[in-house]
């Protein structure tokens, strides 16, 4: 009878599962010969190998041919399993090198969270759908972690100073200013000549202190010689955010696209001049992108030429 793991010894070979299979089918080593383009002499020997390696008969030979012993059963049963998986597993690895399969961790913080992202995730599942996309928002030291140990494939978002690591690769995909935002029907929504110390008078939700935003924001305000305002909650969640604004009279610096394409939000008549953003991408390169993320890469720059093309006056 077998022996403890004699399966697993390196006698038995692939080579001996598919003739098992194919005796099985043909009924008739003969056959199996020819089906395998091998000749009869080569099948008996590989059978008669298996047989000794497991201990037991597997077919019985008969005037007809052939017919599975309850141990040839089994075998056969356990065989067909063994080849139909590699055959899955030769699919997959064939798909997962195309990109048609596996996953990709893709890190966010506000920029190109309304449209560049979406649009560029959901053009890439119509093309694949079995990929596993994950988004995760974050703050950007905490996405420059996630680069450097590899819980991050890739980030889109604005490519500020967080980002100058080595051998990250940054590359922009379009720019888009920084506007001040607030919620339809706020009521300095249309004032003209509005200035900076109106909006100072109001809730604002500023960006975390350790962000580029949040400086630029600052020194826009000392540009202004206007105090900053008293009233301020530090929000990075984008939901959060909208809802404050909606709810009330708060305002916020956001990238355009995010309260251009919202009906409930308007853009507030004062500019932040020179508060500008680069909205890109960002990996690293000390990292192979898996196959899934070149393919990603390629619906980020298609759909990053629609963003600058709506940002076109």
């Known amino acids: 009878m077998i022996g403890q793991d004699a399966l697993l010894d390196g006698r038995l070979k692939l080579r001996h599962i598919k003739m098992v299979l194919a005796i099985a089918e043909s009924g008739s080593l003969a056959r199996a010969a020819e089906s395998l383009y091998i000749t009869q002499p080569v099948v ?3 059978l008669h190998e298996l047989e000794d390696i497991l201990g037991v008969t597997l077919f019985v030979r008969g005037a007809h041919g052939v017919t599975p012993t309850v141990y040839g059963d089994t075998f056969l049963e356990d065989a067909a399993v063994i080849v139909a998986r590699l055959r899955d597993t030769e699919r997959n690895l064939a798909l997962l090198a195309q990109g048609h399969l596996g996953s990709i961790v893709i890190g966010n913080h506000l920029s190109g969270s309304n449209f560049l992202l979406p649009q560029a995730i959901s053009s890439f599942k119509s093309e694949h759908p079995h990929v596993n ?32 690591q080595p051998d990250f690769v940054m590359k922009e995909l379009h720019r888009e200013p920084i506007r001040l935002v607030a919620r339809k029907g706020h009521p300095l929504a249309e004032k003209r000549d509005l200035t900076l110390a109106e909006l100072a008078r109001y809730p604002w939700i500023f960006p975390l202190e350790q962000t580029a935003l949040r400086k630029e924001l600052e020194q826009f305000f000392v540009g202004e010689q206007v105090p900053l305002p008293r009233n301020i909650v530090q929000c990075t969640s984008l939901i959060t955010m909208r809802n404050l604004m909606i709810a ?27 508060v500008e953003q680069s909205v890109g991408l960002i990996y690293n390169a000390a990292r192979k992108i898996v ?9 980020l720059r298609v759909h990053g030429t629609r963003a600058t093309q709506m940002m076109e006056p």
């Open 248 to 274: 009330g009279e708060t305002i916020a610096a956001l990238p355009q696209l995010i309260a251009s394409e919202d009906e409930q939000l308007s853009l507030l008549p004062l500019r932040l001049t020179g």
């Open 291 to 299: 196959p899934t993320g070149e393919q990603f890469l390629e619906h």
């Open 133 to 164: 996309v994950i988004v995760r928002e974050n703050t950007p030291d905490e996405l420059v972690a996630g680069l450097k140990d590899g819980s991050v494939d890739l980030v889109v978002g604005r490519l500020s100073g967080a980002f100058l």
């Open 44 to 46: 008996t020997r590989a």
